[in-house]
């Protein structure tokens, strides 16, 4: 800083000669040329022509010259600044006129682009799954059978071996069909499973039958996190001469190797449908633990809830009065069927944890299962 006015020493105020002054505009004129963007220019504004800057320091000196030096130096320092604000000027200008530039370039679209006017739509997982299922049987050499959704009575319970006051018949369980008198007499039915195809596939095709049948069916069950009113079963059914339960065993085991990999052991639990004869309820291995998370300590299996069994669904050997029922002779042959949720298979082989998540519509649940169409 320079002394008083009065004891002024040109030495300190090398910075107001005409050189220095000069060698100071030239340095920023240099370095607002080389400012590559907006931001470097920002701090070559600051440096250069900021309040710490150079020529800002320089020109405070003038006050300490004697008054004959001032309005010479004041013109060299104040000409020195005005060429470097108009040099920052116009640098500015041309750097915003490059990113103007350059962001139109990259943000540019291209309106003769073919596009979708609606986002692309996908399978829902259940069907995925459920053809998948059907699948697995058809490599084995099954057909696919349908039936129709609405049905008569008599195939979903009579042609069944179901008796006359079974529970499942009542509007409990039921939704029935209003007939012409309001009633629940009309015997037609929304199917409760998927059982009555058994009979139609008896009815129309020639023996030997493979089939199953991928189909939606209807109870008046309250929806809740394992429940729904309106879910989706696989049937299959072989009626062939000497077929036997071993078969019904194998064609399960083959069935889980295909859906879930090898090595998964089964195990069939007594239980009854009037429809066949012995029946039992077939389990699986945990697919995810094997069976582990039972041991004392295991970390615990959301798949099956640490029971290390998952359950798959009903089954047994067909009924004779089934075949009798479809004009089958029972001497001669026999059979097996089985019925699988594809809600309950969708849970526990993707962890989902509510069956309402699956017909609600939010793609939030769909999505992470894929756009498969
Ligand atoms: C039956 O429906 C028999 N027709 C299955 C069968 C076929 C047995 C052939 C023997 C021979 P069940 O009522 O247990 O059985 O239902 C079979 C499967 O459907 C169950 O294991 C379960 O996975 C699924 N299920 C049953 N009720 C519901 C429901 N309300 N919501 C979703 N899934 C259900």
Not at 217 to 222: G, H, I, L, N, T
Not at 340 to 360: C, N, P, S
């Amino acid at each position: 800083m320079s002394a008083s006015k009065q004891s002024y020493d040109p030495v300190e105020v090398t910075p107001l000669h005409p050189e220095e002054v000069a060698r100071m505009r030239d340095e920023a004129l240099g370095a607002i040329a080389k400012a590559a963007d907006l931001d470097e220019l920002k701090h070559v504004r600051i440096a250069h022509a900021g309040d710490r800057s150079p020529l800002a320091l320089a020109n405070r000196e003038i006050g300490a010259l004697p008054p004959a030096a001032r309005a010479d130096a004041g013109k060299r320092v104040g000409a020195a600044r005005a060429a470097i604000a108009e040099a920052l000027r116009a640098r500015e200008t041309e750097l915003e006129e490059e990113r103007d530039r350059r962001a139109l370039a990259e943000e540019a679209v291209d309106v003769t682009l073919p596009w979708d006017r609606a986002p692309r739509g996908a399978r829902h997982p259940l069907t995925t799954l459920q053809e998948r299922m059907a699948d697995v049987f058809v490599a084995m050499g099954f057909e696919i059978a349908e039936g129709p959704e609405v049905e008569a009575e008599w195939f979903n319970f009579d042609a069944l071996n179901f008796e006359p006051d079974h529970p499942a018949r009542t509007m409990q369980d039921t939704l029935f069909v209003a007939g012409a008198s309001g009633g629940e007499d009309s015997g037609v039915l929304l199917r409760t499973h998927t059982s009555p195809v058994q009979v139609r596939a008896l009815l129309a095709r020639p023996l030997p039958v493979y089939v199953v049948c991928p189909g939606k069916v209807f109870r008046s069950d309250e929806p809740d996190a394992t429940h729904s009113p309106v879910f989706h079963q696989l049937e299959g059914l072989v009626v062939d001469e000497g077929i036997t339960m071993a078969h019904l065993r194998g064609a399960i085991d083959a069935f889980i190797a295909g859906m879930f990999g090898e090595g998964l052991a089964t195990r069939f639990r007594p239980s009854y449908f009037p429809f066949t004869e012995p029946s039992a309820e077939v389990d699986m291995q945990c697919f995810a633990c094997r069976g582990a998370s039972v041991e004392p300590g295991a970390p615990p299996c959301r798949a099956c809830k640490s029971e290390g069994w998952i359950e798959l669904g009903g089954c047994g050997v067909v009924n004779p009065w089934v075949l009798v029922s479809a004009g089958i002779d029972p001497e001669r042959y026999s059979g097996w069927a089985f019925g699988l949720g594809v809600e309950r298979t969708l849970m526990f082989r993707h962890g989902a944890e509510d069956m309402r998540d699956m017909f609600e519509g939010d793609i939030r649940f769909t999505l992470p299962f894929g756009m498969e169409v």
